[in-house]
Protein backbone atom coordinates (compact mmCIF):
# COMPACT_ATOMS: atom_id res chain seq x y z
CA UNK A 1 0.00 0.00 0.00
CA UNK A 2 1.38 3.25 -0.91
CA UNK A 3 0.18 6.54 0.91
CA UNK A 4 0.06 10.04 -0.67
CA UNK A 5 -1.48 13.28 0.33
CA UNK A 6 -3.41 16.15 -1.88
CA UNK A 7 -2.12 18.84 0.11
CA UNK A 8 -1.69 19.31 4.08
CA UNK A 9 -5.47 17.74 4.37
CA UNK A 10 -5.89 15.03 2.07
CA UNK A 11 -4.20 11.97 2.71
CA UNK A 12 -4.75 8.83 0.11
CA UNK A 13 -4.01 5.33 0.82
CA UNK A 14 -4.16 3.56 -2.52
CA UNK A 15 -4.40 -0.19 -2.59
CA UNK A 16 -34.58 10.06 -46.63
CA UNK A 17 -36.52 11.28 -48.77
CA UNK A 18 -38.70 8.11 -50.79
CA UNK A 19 -37.04 7.07 -54.04
CA UNK A 20 -38.63 3.73 -54.80
CA UNK A 21 -41.15 3.53 -57.42
CA UNK A 22 -42.04 -0.19 -56.89
CA UNK A 23 -45.99 -1.15 -55.76
CA UNK A 24 -45.92 -1.19 -52.32
CA UNK A 25 -47.53 -2.38 -49.74
CA UNK A 26 -46.05 0.04 -47.03
CA UNK A 27 -47.22 3.60 -47.28
CA UNK A 28 -44.95 6.41 -48.35
CA UNK A 29 -44.20 10.12 -47.94
CA UNK A 30 -41.92 12.61 -48.57
CA UNK A 31 -39.65 14.20 -46.71
CA UNK A 32 -41.21 17.37 -47.05
CA UNK A 33 -44.07 16.14 -45.25
CA UNK A 34 -42.01 14.22 -42.72
CA UNK A 35 -40.67 17.80 -41.88
CA UNK A 36 -43.42 19.29 -41.70
CA UNK A 37 -45.25 16.99 -39.31
CA UNK A 38 -42.62 16.07 -36.76
CA UNK A 39 -40.77 18.80 -35.70
CA UNK A 40 -40.05 17.42 -32.17
CA UNK A 41 -38.24 15.31 -30.40
CA UNK A 42 -38.98 11.19 -30.91
CA UNK A 43 -37.67 8.10 -30.41
CA UNK A 44 -40.59 5.60 -29.08
CA UNK A 45 -41.87 4.10 -32.11
CA UNK A 46 -44.61 1.81 -32.70
CA UNK A 47 -44.82 -0.17 -36.11
CA UNK A 48 -47.37 1.73 -38.71
CA UNK A 49 -47.77 -1.23 -41.19
CA UNK A 50 -46.46 -4.03 -41.72
CA UNK A 51 -44.13 -5.74 -43.93
CA UNK A 52 -45.08 -7.95 -47.38
CA UNK A 53 -42.77 -10.72 -46.64
CA UNK A 54 -43.98 -12.41 -49.74
CA UNK A 55 -40.58 -10.84 -51.37
CA UNK A 56 -38.37 -11.72 -48.33
CA UNK A 57 -36.02 -14.37 -48.83
CA UNK A 58 -37.06 -17.53 -46.79
CA UNK A 59 -34.06 -17.68 -43.96
CA UNK A 60 -32.61 -21.36 -42.67
CA UNK A 61 -33.61 -19.99 -39.17
CA UNK A 62 -37.07 -19.31 -39.49
CA UNK A 63 -38.07 -20.05 -35.54
CA UNK A 64 -35.10 -17.57 -34.25
CA UNK A 65 -36.88 -14.58 -37.10
CA UNK A 66 -40.41 -15.33 -35.93
CA UNK A 67 -39.61 -14.70 -31.84
CA UNK A 68 -37.43 -12.11 -32.30
CA UNK A 69 -38.01 -8.04 -33.96
CA UNK A 70 -36.41 -8.15 -37.27
CA UNK A 71 -35.45 -4.61 -37.55
CA UNK A 72 -35.53 -2.36 -41.12
CA UNK A 73 -31.47 -1.34 -40.59
CA UNK A 74 -28.36 -1.69 -38.32
CA UNK A 75 -25.91 0.94 -38.52
CA UNK A 76 -22.40 -0.09 -37.27
CA UNK A 77 -20.86 2.59 -36.25
CA UNK A 78 -21.04 6.47 -34.69
CA UNK A 79 -19.00 8.65 -36.54
CA UNK A 80 -19.99 11.18 -38.54
CA UNK A 81 -20.70 8.72 -40.96
CA UNK A 82 -23.07 6.36 -38.90
CA UNK A 83 -25.41 9.15 -37.15
CA UNK A 84 -25.87 10.74 -40.21
CA UNK A 85 -27.20 7.18 -41.82
CA UNK A 86 -29.27 7.43 -38.21
CA UNK A 87 -30.60 10.74 -38.94
CA UNK A 88 -32.17 10.16 -42.38
CA UNK A 89 -33.09 6.52 -41.94
CA UNK A 90 -34.64 8.11 -38.83
CA UNK A 91 -36.50 11.10 -40.64
CA UNK A 92 -37.85 8.11 -42.74
CA UNK A 93 -39.31 6.16 -39.84
CA UNK A 94 -37.07 3.39 -40.06
CA UNK A 95 -36.23 3.44 -36.27
CA UNK A 96 -32.68 2.57 -36.87
CA UNK A 97 -30.86 0.68 -34.65
CA UNK A 98 -27.19 1.92 -34.24
CA UNK A 99 -24.63 0.19 -32.27
CA UNK A 100 -22.23 2.76 -31.17
CA UNK A 101 -19.17 0.92 -30.31
CA UNK A 102 -17.31 0.62 -26.54
CA UNK A 103 -14.40 -0.92 -26.62
CA UNK A 104 -13.68 -0.70 -30.25
CA UNK A 105 -13.22 2.98 -30.14
CA UNK A 106 -15.26 5.63 -28.51
CA UNK A 107 -18.22 6.28 -29.59
CA UNK A 108 -18.77 9.25 -31.99
CA UNK A 109 -15.11 8.35 -33.23
CA UNK A 110 -12.60 10.21 -34.36
CA UNK A 111 -13.89 13.48 -34.27
CA UNK A 112 -13.99 12.46 -30.27
CA UNK A 113 -10.69 13.11 -30.26
CA UNK A 114 -10.27 16.14 -32.67
CA UNK A 115 -10.18 19.08 -31.03
CA UNK A 116 -10.85 22.20 -32.89
CA UNK A 117 -13.59 21.32 -36.13
CA UNK A 118 -13.36 24.34 -38.41
CA UNK A 119 -14.06 22.53 -41.76
CA UNK A 120 -17.18 21.80 -40.78
CA UNK A 121 -19.72 23.75 -43.18
CA UNK A 122 -21.76 26.75 -41.51
CA UNK A 123 -19.98 26.27 -38.27
CA UNK A 124 -17.03 28.91 -37.76
CA UNK A 125 -15.47 26.42 -35.05
CA UNK A 126 -16.77 23.35 -32.99
CA UNK A 127 -15.03 21.01 -30.93
CA UNK A 128 -15.29 17.45 -32.11
CA UNK A 129 -16.93 15.88 -29.10
CA UNK A 130 -19.41 18.71 -29.15
CA UNK A 131 -20.34 18.39 -32.79
CA UNK A 132 -20.54 14.27 -32.37
CA UNK A 133 -23.03 15.05 -29.24
CA UNK A 134 -25.10 17.07 -31.68
CA UNK A 135 -24.73 14.63 -34.46
CA UNK A 136 -26.14 11.47 -31.74
CA UNK A 137 -28.96 13.78 -30.01
CA UNK A 138 -29.90 14.57 -33.45
CA UNK A 139 -30.52 11.34 -34.61
CA UNK A 140 -32.06 10.46 -31.52
CA UNK A 141 -34.51 12.92 -32.37
CA UNK A 142 -35.37 11.02 -35.24
CA UNK A 143 -36.28 7.78 -33.39
CA UNK A 144 -32.29 6.19 -33.92
CA UNK A 145 -31.85 4.02 -30.92
CA UNK A 146 -28.69 3.73 -29.81
CA UNK A 147 -26.60 0.75 -28.15
CA UNK A 148 -23.16 0.99 -26.39
CA UNK A 149 -21.93 -2.58 -27.57
CA UNK A 150 -19.92 -3.77 -30.04
CA UNK A 151 -20.33 -5.89 -33.15
CA UNK A 152 -18.54 -8.85 -32.66
CA UNK A 153 -19.62 -10.69 -36.82
CA UNK A 154 -22.38 -10.24 -39.14
CA UNK A 155 -24.83 -12.78 -41.05
CA UNK A 156 -25.84 -11.54 -44.17
CA UNK A 157 -25.79 -15.32 -45.96
CA UNK A 158 -29.64 -15.00 -45.67
CA UNK A 159 -32.50 -12.92 -44.57
CA UNK A 160 -32.97 -11.69 -42.13
CA UNK A 161 -29.46 -10.14 -41.23
CA UNK A 162 -27.70 -11.27 -38.04
CA UNK A 163 -25.34 -8.75 -36.42
CA UNK A 164 -23.67 -10.14 -33.67
CA UNK A 165 -22.74 -8.10 -30.29
CA UNK A 166 -20.64 -8.24 -27.36
CA UNK A 167 -23.31 -8.01 -24.79
CA UNK A 168 -26.56 -7.14 -26.35
CA UNK A 169 -27.43 -10.43 -28.25
CA UNK A 170 -27.88 -11.14 -31.60
CA UNK A 171 -29.90 -8.50 -33.50
CA UNK A 172 -31.95 -9.08 -36.80
CA UNK A 173 -32.38 -6.74 -39.57
CA UNK A 174 -33.10 -6.73 -43.34
CA UNK A 175 -30.44 -4.15 -43.62
CA UNK A 176 -26.98 -2.89 -42.61
CA UNK A 177 -25.09 0.17 -43.03
CA UNK A 178 -21.53 -0.41 -42.01
CA UNK A 179 -20.29 2.82 -40.59
CA UNK A 180 -17.12 1.48 -38.51
CA UNK A 181 -14.57 4.18 -39.46
CA UNK A 182 -10.96 3.54 -38.77
CA UNK A 183 -8.55 3.12 -35.92
CA UNK A 184 -5.73 4.93 -34.72
CA UNK A 185 -2.68 2.99 -35.60
CA UNK A 186 0.58 2.08 -33.01
CA UNK A 187 3.90 2.20 -33.72
CA UNK A 188 4.88 -0.72 -32.38
CA UNK A 189 7.96 0.16 -30.89
CA UNK A 190 10.23 -1.25 -28.00
CA UNK A 191 8.78 0.05 -24.83
CA UNK A 192 5.09 0.94 -26.25
CA UNK A 193 3.42 -1.43 -24.66
CA UNK A 194 4.80 -1.12 -20.66
CA UNK A 195 4.32 2.75 -21.30
CA UNK A 196 0.93 2.94 -22.70
CA UNK A 197 -1.34 5.35 -21.51
CA UNK A 198 1.19 6.42 -18.92
CA UNK A 199 3.46 8.05 -21.03
CA UNK A 200 2.33 7.01 -24.22
CA UNK A 201 -0.88 8.42 -25.73
CA UNK A 202 -2.86 8.62 -29.00
CA UNK A 203 -5.01 11.47 -27.81
CA UNK A 204 -3.41 14.77 -27.22
CA UNK A 205 -6.52 15.91 -26.53
CA UNK A 206 -7.96 13.50 -23.44
CA UNK A 207 -4.54 13.28 -22.05
CA UNK A 208 -2.54 16.02 -22.62
CA UNK A 209 -3.46 18.28 -19.49
CA UNK A 210 -2.46 15.32 -17.27
CA UNK A 211 0.05 17.09 -14.80
CA UNK A 212 2.59 15.12 -16.10
CA UNK A 213 3.09 16.34 -19.19
CA UNK A 214 2.54 20.14 -17.60
CA UNK A 215 5.88 22.36 -18.57
CA UNK A 216 7.93 19.76 -19.75
CA UNK A 217 9.51 18.40 -23.46
CA UNK A 218 6.89 16.46 -25.18
CA UNK A 219 6.78 14.66 -28.76
CA UNK A 220 4.45 13.89 -31.72
CA UNK A 221 5.14 11.47 -34.17
CA UNK A 222 3.20 11.95 -37.72
CA UNK A 223 3.14 14.52 -40.84
CA UNK A 224 -0.35 15.12 -41.47
CA UNK A 225 -3.26 17.19 -40.04
CA UNK A 226 -3.33 15.39 -37.00
CA UNK A 227 -0.09 15.58 -35.97
CA UNK A 228 0.60 19.30 -36.73
CA UNK A 229 -3.38 20.33 -34.60
CA UNK A 230 -1.85 17.63 -31.63
CA UNK A 231 1.38 19.23 -31.74
CA UNK A 232 0.14 22.90 -31.78
CA UNK A 233 -2.83 21.59 -28.84
CA UNK A 234 0.00 20.68 -26.71
CA UNK A 235 1.58 23.67 -26.83
CA UNK A 236 -0.83 24.91 -24.35
CA UNK A 237 1.06 22.53 -21.80
CA UNK A 238 4.70 21.58 -23.07
CA UNK A 239 7.81 23.49 -22.71
CA UNK A 240 8.07 22.60 -26.04
CA UNK A 241 6.96 20.10 -29.07
CA UNK A 242 9.06 17.84 -31.04
CA UNK A 243 7.24 17.11 -34.19
CA UNK A 244 8.92 13.93 -35.62
CA UNK A 245 8.10 13.43 -39.21
CA UNK A 246 9.08 10.17 -40.87
CA UNK A 247 9.56 12.09 -44.40
CA UNK A 248 11.17 15.24 -45.45
CA UNK A 249 7.32 16.97 -45.63
CA UNK A 250 4.32 17.67 -43.43
CA UNK A 251 1.71 16.29 -45.78
CA UNK A 252 -1.26 18.72 -43.15
CA UNK A 253 -3.03 21.21 -44.90
CA UNK A 254 -1.20 24.25 -45.69
CA UNK A 255 -3.31 26.18 -42.72
CA UNK A 256 -2.18 23.41 -40.12
CA UNK A 257 1.69 23.29 -41.12
CA UNK A 258 1.79 27.16 -41.61
CA UNK A 259 0.11 27.33 -37.97
CA UNK A 260 2.89 24.23 -36.68
CA UNK A 261 5.53 25.97 -38.88
CA UNK A 262 5.21 29.64 -37.03
CA UNK A 263 4.81 28.52 -33.53
CA UNK A 264 8.09 29.03 -31.16
CA UNK A 265 7.24 26.06 -29.20
CA UNK A 266 6.96 23.09 -31.92
CA UNK A 267 10.60 22.25 -33.55
CA UNK A 268 9.50 19.73 -36.49
CA UNK A 269 12.26 17.25 -37.34
CA UNK A 270 12.15 15.78 -40.64
CA UNK A 271 13.39 12.34 -41.90
CA UNK A 272 13.50 10.93 -38.11
CA UNK A 273 11.58 8.04 -36.76
CA UNK A 274 10.74 6.78 -33.09
CA UNK A 275 12.72 3.63 -32.92
CA UNK A 276 12.50 2.70 -28.80
CA UNK A 277 10.09 4.21 -26.46
CA UNK A 278 12.33 4.83 -22.93
CA UNK A 279 11.30 4.46 -19.49
CA UNK A 280 12.69 4.43 -15.84
CA UNK A 281 11.30 8.55 -15.57
CA UNK A 282 8.68 8.83 -12.94
CA UNK A 283 10.15 10.05 -9.46
CA UNK A 284 9.95 13.72 -9.98
CA UNK A 285 12.88 14.12 -8.93
CA UNK A 286 14.69 15.67 -11.74
CA UNK A 287 11.83 18.40 -11.85
CA UNK A 288 10.64 16.75 -14.71
CA UNK A 289 7.13 15.79 -13.50
CA UNK A 290 6.02 12.34 -13.02
CA UNK A 291 5.73 10.85 -16.46
CA UNK A 292 7.62 7.36 -16.51
CA UNK A 293 8.60 7.79 -19.86
CA UNK A 294 12.03 9.15 -19.78
CA UNK A 295 12.49 9.84 -23.50
CA UNK A 296 12.49 8.61 -26.63
CA UNK A 297 15.24 6.69 -29.11
CA UNK A 298 14.98 8.58 -32.71
CA UNK A 299 16.87 7.65 -35.62
CA UNK A 300 17.31 10.75 -37.78
CA UNK A 301 19.66 12.02 -41.07
CA UNK A 302 22.20 13.93 -39.95
CA UNK A 303 24.42 15.07 -43.56
CA UNK A 304 23.09 12.28 -45.22
CA UNK A 305 23.95 9.55 -42.97
CA UNK A 306 21.47 7.56 -40.44
CA UNK A 307 21.98 8.28 -36.85
CA UNK A 308 20.64 7.06 -33.78
CA UNK A 309 19.99 9.46 -30.00
CA UNK A 310 17.85 9.77 -27.15
CA UNK A 311 15.49 13.07 -27.54
CA UNK A 312 14.55 14.06 -23.90
CA UNK A 313 10.45 13.83 -23.71
CA UNK A 314 8.28 12.81 -21.22
CA UNK A 315 5.01 12.53 -23.26
CA UNK A 316 4.75 10.31 -26.80
CA UNK A 317 1.52 11.31 -28.90
CA UNK A 318 0.84 9.25 -31.86
CA UNK A 319 -0.49 10.81 -35.19
CA UNK A 320 0.15 8.19 -37.63
CA UNK A 321 -2.86 7.86 -39.40
CA UNK A 322 -5.85 5.21 -38.75
CA UNK A 323 -7.05 1.45 -40.10
CA UNK A 324 -10.46 0.77 -41.25
CA UNK A 325 -12.28 -0.99 -38.87
CA UNK A 326 -13.28 -4.44 -40.25
CA UNK A 327 -12.41 -7.52 -38.41
CA UNK A 328 -16.18 -8.15 -37.65
CA UNK A 329 -16.38 -8.68 -41.52
CA UNK A 330 -13.53 -11.68 -41.45
CA UNK A 331 -15.46 -14.80 -43.06
CA UNK A 332 -18.85 -12.50 -43.82
CA UNK A 333 -18.85 -12.12 -47.17
CA UNK A 334 -18.39 -8.63 -47.41
CA UNK A 335 -15.29 -7.93 -49.76
CA UNK A 336 -12.18 -5.59 -48.60
CA UNK A 337 -9.94 -3.37 -50.59
CA UNK A 338 -6.08 -4.35 -50.98
CA UNK A 339 -5.69 -2.05 -48.43
CA UNK A 340 -8.75 -3.66 -46.10
CA UNK A 341 -11.13 -0.73 -46.45
CA UNK A 342 -14.54 -2.13 -47.50
CA UNK A 343 -15.30 -2.69 -51.55
CA UNK A 344 -18.14 -0.98 -53.20
CA UNK A 345 -19.74 -2.15 -56.45
CA UNK A 346 -18.79 1.30 -57.72
CA UNK A 347 -16.19 3.66 -56.79
CA UNK A 348 -18.23 6.31 -54.05
CA UNK A 349 -21.40 3.92 -53.90
CA UNK A 350 -22.54 3.29 -50.55
CA UNK A 351 -23.51 -0.42 -51.91
CA UNK A 352 -21.25 -3.06 -50.92
CA UNK A 353 -20.94 -6.80 -52.85
CA UNK A 354 -24.12 -7.84 -50.98
CA UNK A 355 -27.55 -7.20 -51.46
CA UNK A 356 -29.19 -4.68 -48.51
CA UNK A 357 -25.36 -3.81 -46.89
CA UNK A 358 -24.59 -0.43 -47.48
CA UNK A 359 -21.32 1.15 -46.40
CA UNK A 360 -20.28 4.99 -45.57
CA UNK A 361 -17.47 6.55 -44.14
CA UNK A 362 -13.75 6.25 -43.54
CA UNK A 363 -14.44 2.45 -43.57
CA UNK A 364 -14.74 2.86 -47.07
CA UNK A 365 -12.82 6.00 -47.85
CA UNK A 366 -9.10 5.57 -48.44
CA UNK A 367 -8.81 9.10 -49.97
CA UNK A 368 -10.94 11.95 -48.82
CA UNK A 369 -11.40 10.94 -44.78
CA UNK A 370 -13.17 14.17 -43.88
CA UNK A 371 -16.24 14.42 -41.19
CA UNK A 372 -17.85 16.58 -43.92
CA UNK A 373 -17.10 13.27 -46.92
CA UNK A 374 -18.41 10.63 -44.12
CA UNK A 375 -21.70 12.63 -43.34
CA UNK A 376 -21.93 12.60 -46.68
CA UNK A 377 -21.55 9.41 -47.48
CA UNK A 378 -23.41 8.35 -44.55
CA UNK A 379 -26.38 10.20 -46.31
CA UNK A 380 -25.82 8.33 -49.57
CA UNK A 381 -26.15 4.91 -47.20
CA UNK A 382 -29.33 5.92 -45.72
CA UNK A 383 -30.68 6.94 -49.08
CA UNK A 384 -29.49 3.90 -50.46
CA UNK A 385 -30.74 1.04 -47.52
CA UNK A 386 -34.16 3.05 -47.78
CA UNK A 387 -34.68 2.31 -51.26
CA UNK A 388 -33.56 -1.14 -51.65
CA UNK A 389 -35.99 -1.89 -48.84
CA UNK A 390 -38.75 -0.39 -50.35
CA UNK A 391 -38.31 -1.74 -53.46
CA UNK A 392 -38.28 -5.10 -51.94
CA UNK A 393 -41.62 -4.37 -49.50
CA UNK A 394 -39.44 -5.20 -46.33
CA UNK A 395 -39.83 -1.74 -44.99
CA UNK A 396 -41.84 -1.34 -41.64
CA UNK A 397 -42.45 2.51 -40.67
CA UNK A 398 -42.11 3.41 -37.33
CA UNK A 399 -45.10 6.15 -36.62
CA UNK A 400 -44.00 8.38 -33.17
CA UNK A 401 -46.12 7.77 -30.28
CA UNK A 402 -47.57 11.23 -28.36
CA UNK A 403 -45.74 10.77 -25.46
CA UNK A 404 -42.48 9.86 -26.88
CA UNK A 405 -39.66 12.20 -25.00
CA UNK A 406 -36.07 11.47 -26.05
CA UNK A 407 -34.29 8.51 -24.79
CA UNK A 408 -32.22 5.97 -26.42
CA UNK A 409 -32.82 2.05 -25.81
CA UNK A 410 -29.86 1.90 -23.55
CA UNK A 411 -31.51 4.82 -21.64
CA UNK A 412 -27.64 6.19 -21.25
CA UNK A 413 -28.81 9.63 -22.12
CA UNK A 414 -31.92 9.91 -19.37
CA UNK A 415 -29.38 11.81 -16.83
CA UNK A 416 -27.27 14.16 -19.23
CA UNK A 417 -26.07 16.38 -16.00
CA UNK A 418 -24.47 16.02 -12.01
CA UNK A 419 -27.16 17.85 -10.09
CA UNK A 420 -24.21 20.85 -9.69
CA UNK A 421 -21.71 22.09 -12.46
CA UNK A 422 -20.05 24.75 -10.05
CA UNK A 423 -17.68 23.69 -7.77
CA UNK A 424 -18.55 23.35 -3.99
CA UNK A 425 -17.14 26.19 -1.92
CA UNK A 426 -17.76 26.35 1.84
CA UNK A 427 -20.90 28.35 1.77
CA UNK A 428 -22.91 26.22 -0.87
CA UNK A 429 -20.94 22.21 0.49
CA UNK A 430 -23.97 20.31 1.66
CA UNK A 431 -22.87 16.70 2.42
CA UNK A 432 -26.28 15.35 2.15
CA UNK A 433 -26.21 15.99 -1.73
CA UNK A 434 -24.68 13.00 -3.54
CA UNK A 435 -23.36 15.42 -6.49
CA UNK A 436 -20.57 17.36 -5.86
CA UNK A 437 -17.90 19.12 -8.09
CA UNK A 438 -14.14 20.29 -7.33
CA UNK A 439 -11.38 19.82 -5.07
CA UNK A 440 -13.23 21.39 -2.32
CA UNK A 441 -15.75 18.84 -2.16
CA UNK A 442 -13.11 15.95 -2.67
CA UNK A 443 -11.15 16.95 0.23
CA UNK A 444 -14.26 17.17 2.79
CA UNK A 445 -15.62 14.28 1.66
CA UNK A 446 -12.47 12.27 1.84
CA UNK A 447 -11.93 12.76 4.88
CA UNK A 448 -15.96 12.81 6.58
CA UNK A 449 -18.14 10.47 4.14
CA UNK A 450 -19.34 7.33 5.03
CA UNK A 451 -20.52 6.74 1.91
CA UNK A 452 -18.65 5.12 -1.10
CA UNK A 453 -16.97 8.54 -2.89
CA UNK A 454 -17.03 8.14 -6.54
CA UNK A 455 -14.67 10.32 -8.23
CA UNK A 456 -14.57 11.48 -12.03
CA UNK A 457 -11.70 13.02 -13.26
CA UNK A 458 -11.93 14.67 -16.93
CA UNK A 459 -10.23 17.35 -18.73
CA UNK A 460 -12.22 19.94 -20.63
CA UNK A 461 -12.86 19.16 -24.82
CA UNK A 462 -12.41 15.10 -24.01
CA UNK A 463 -14.52 13.01 -26.36
CA UNK A 464 -13.97 9.89 -24.01
CA UNK A 465 -15.09 12.07 -21.15
CA UNK A 466 -18.20 13.09 -22.22
CA UNK A 467 -18.82 9.53 -23.65
CA UNK A 468 -18.42 8.06 -19.90
CA UNK A 469 -20.58 11.30 -18.50
CA UNK A 470 -24.14 9.66 -19.04
CA UNK A 471 -22.96 6.11 -18.54
CA UNK A 472 -21.98 6.86 -15.18
CA UNK A 473 -24.45 9.24 -13.94
CA UNK A 474 -26.77 6.76 -14.69
CA UNK A 475 -25.41 4.46 -12.49
CA UNK A 476 -24.79 7.10 -9.76
CA UNK A 477 -28.25 7.59 -10.08
CA UNK A 478 -29.05 3.73 -9.36
CA UNK A 479 -27.10 4.09 -6.14
CA UNK A 480 -28.11 8.13 -5.20
CA UNK A 481 -27.77 9.06 -1.29
CA UNK A 482 -26.21 6.24 -0.75
CA UNK A 483 -22.88 7.10 -2.47
CA UNK A 484 -21.19 10.53 -2.81
CA UNK A 485 -19.45 11.64 -6.44
CA UNK A 486 -17.13 14.16 -7.14
CA UNK A 487 -16.22 15.90 -10.43
CA UNK A 488 -12.57 17.02 -10.81
CA UNK A 489 -11.62 18.63 -13.68
CA UNK A 490 -7.98 18.17 -13.86
CA UNK A 491 -7.43 21.84 -15.56
CA UNK A 492 -8.86 23.22 -12.06
CA UNK A 493 -7.42 20.89 -9.55
CA UNK A 494 -4.22 20.10 -11.02
CA UNK A 495 -2.64 19.42 -7.40
CA UNK A 496 -5.63 16.66 -7.38
CA UNK A 497 -4.92 14.76 -10.44
CA UNK A 498 -1.45 15.28 -10.18
CA UNK A 499 -1.82 13.35 -6.13
CA UNK A 500 -3.98 10.75 -7.44
CA UNK A 501 -1.49 9.70 -10.48
CA UNK A 502 -3.66 10.51 -13.40
CA UNK A 503 -1.68 10.45 -16.59
CA UNK A 504 -5.32 10.81 -18.82
CA UNK A 505 -9.02 10.85 -18.72
CA UNK A 506 -11.33 10.21 -18.03
CA UNK A 507 -10.15 8.57 -14.87
CA UNK A 508 -12.52 7.14 -12.09
CA UNK A 509 -11.49 6.42 -8.52
CA UNK A 510 -14.03 4.06 -5.78
CA UNK A 511 -12.41 5.53 -1.75
CA UNK A 512 -13.85 3.99 0.72
CA UNK A 513 -12.96 5.78 4.25
CA UNK A 514 -9.85 7.42 2.79
CA UNK A 515 -9.04 3.62 0.85
CA UNK A 516 -8.75 3.52 -2.49
CA UNK A 517 -10.74 0.92 -3.89
CA UNK A 518 -10.64 0.68 -7.40
CA UNK A 519 -9.28 2.60 -9.89
CA UNK A 520 -10.90 3.10 -14.26
CA UNK A 521 -8.72 4.48 -17.19
CA UNK A 522 -10.95 5.29 -20.04
CA UNK A 523 -14.54 4.29 -20.63
CA UNK A 524 -15.99 0.95 -19.15
CA UNK A 525 -19.12 -1.01 -19.20
CA UNK A 526 -21.92 0.32 -16.72
CA UNK A 527 -21.99 -3.04 -14.87
CA UNK A 528 -18.14 -2.49 -14.09
CA UNK A 529 -19.59 0.71 -11.92
CA UNK A 530 -21.83 -1.15 -10.51
CA UNK A 531 -20.20 -4.01 -9.54
CA UNK A 532 -17.43 -2.39 -7.82
CA UNK A 533 -20.14 -0.16 -6.01
CA UNK A 534 -21.98 -2.60 -5.12
CA UNK A 535 -18.73 -4.51 -3.84
CA UNK A 536 -17.54 -1.16 -1.80
CA UNK A 537 -21.35 -0.68 0.20
CA UNK A 538 -20.58 -4.55 1.08
CA UNK A 539 -17.72 -3.61 2.44
CA UNK A 540 -19.28 -0.23 4.21
CA UNK A 541 -21.87 -2.76 5.68
CA UNK A 542 -19.36 -5.59 6.99
CA UNK A 543 -17.21 -2.31 8.59
CA UNK A 544 -19.72 -0.82 10.51
P1 LIG B 1 -2.81 10.91 -42.32
O1 LIG B 1 -2.91 9.53 -42.87
O2 LIG B 1 -3.22 12.08 -43.18
O3 LIG B 1 -1.27 11.19 -41.89
C1 LIG B 1 -0.56 10.21 -41.20
C2 LIG B 1 0.85 10.73 -40.97
O4 LIG B 1 1.52 9.78 -40.17
C3 LIG B 1 1.64 10.92 -42.27
O5 LIG B 1 2.47 12.04 -42.14
C4 LIG B 1 2.48 9.63 -42.32
O6 LIG B 1 3.72 9.80 -42.93
C5 LIG B 1 2.71 9.38 -40.84
N1 LIG B 1 2.95 7.96 -40.56
C6 LIG B 1 2.20 6.88 -40.93
N2 LIG B 1 2.74 5.75 -40.45
C7 LIG B 1 3.86 6.12 -39.78
C8 LIG B 1 4.85 5.42 -39.07
N3 LIG B 1 4.80 4.10 -38.95
N4 LIG B 1 5.86 6.12 -38.52
C9 LIG B 1 5.92 7.46 -38.63
N5 LIG B 1 5.01 8.20 -39.29
C10 LIG B 1 3.99 7.54 -39.86
O7 LIG B 1 -3.60 10.86 -40.92
P2 LIG B 1 -4.26 12.03 -40.06
O8 LIG B 1 -4.78 11.34 -38.87
O9 LIG B 1 -3.34 13.14 -39.85
O10 LIG B 1 -5.49 12.57 -40.92
C11 LIG B 1 -6.53 11.66 -41.34
C12 LIG B 1 -7.61 12.47 -42.06
O11 LIG B 1 -8.28 13.32 -41.12
C13 LIG B 1 -7.01 13.37 -43.15
O12 LIG B 1 -7.87 13.37 -44.27
C14 LIG B 1 -6.98 14.74 -42.48
O13 LIG B 1 -7.12 15.80 -43.42
C15 LIG B 1 -8.19 14.68 -41.53
N6 LIG B 1 -7.98 15.55 -40.35
C16 LIG B 1 -8.42 16.86 -40.39
C17 LIG B 1 -8.23 17.68 -39.29
C18 LIG B 1 -8.72 19.09 -39.32
O14 LIG B 1 -9.09 19.59 -40.40
N7 LIG B 1 -8.76 19.77 -38.20
C19 LIG B 1 -7.55 17.22 -38.06
C20 LIG B 1 -7.11 15.86 -38.16
C21 LIG B 1 -7.32 15.07 -39.25
P3 LIG B 1 3.86 9.91 -44.53
O15 LIG B 1 3.35 11.30 -44.89
O16 LIG B 1 5.32 9.74 -44.71
O17 LIG B 1 3.04 8.80 -45.12
Known amino acids: ?48 CSVDTSTAAPKSTTETATEQEVHNVVIIGSGPAGYTSAIYTGRAFLKPIVLEGFNSGVAGGQLMTTHIVENWPGTLSITGPELMN ?90 GDSACEEAIYLTKYASEVHLLVRSDKLRASKTLQDRAKAHPKVHIHYETSAIEALGGAGSGEDGMGGSPLRGVRIRENVDGKRVERELKCRGLFYAIGHT ?94 PEKKV ?22 LY ?50 AEAAGVTGTPMVQIFYEKSLMNTFRGVKMKSEFRRAIRETLAESVKSS
Not at 171 to 193: D, F, Q, W, Y
Not at 468 to 488: D, G, Q
Open 324 to 417: ANTNFLNGSGVLLTEGGQVATRVPGSPETHVDGVFVAGDVADAEYRQAVTAAGSGCQAAIAAERWLAERGLMVEYAPSPDDNMSSTTGERTREE
Open 423 to 444: ADNAATFDEDETWHVGQFALRK
Open 134 to 223: QMRTQAERWGAQMITDDCVSIDVSSRPYSVRTVNSGTLLCNSIIIATGASAKRLRIPGEESLWSTGISACAICDGAAPVFQGVPLAVVGG
Open 447 to 496: HSSKRPLIVKYISPGCGPCSQLKPLLNAVITEFESTVHYVEIDITEDPEI
Open 1 to 48: MTTFSVGPSFAVTTGLPRLGNSPLRVRHQSLTDQKSRFRIAHSRYRPR
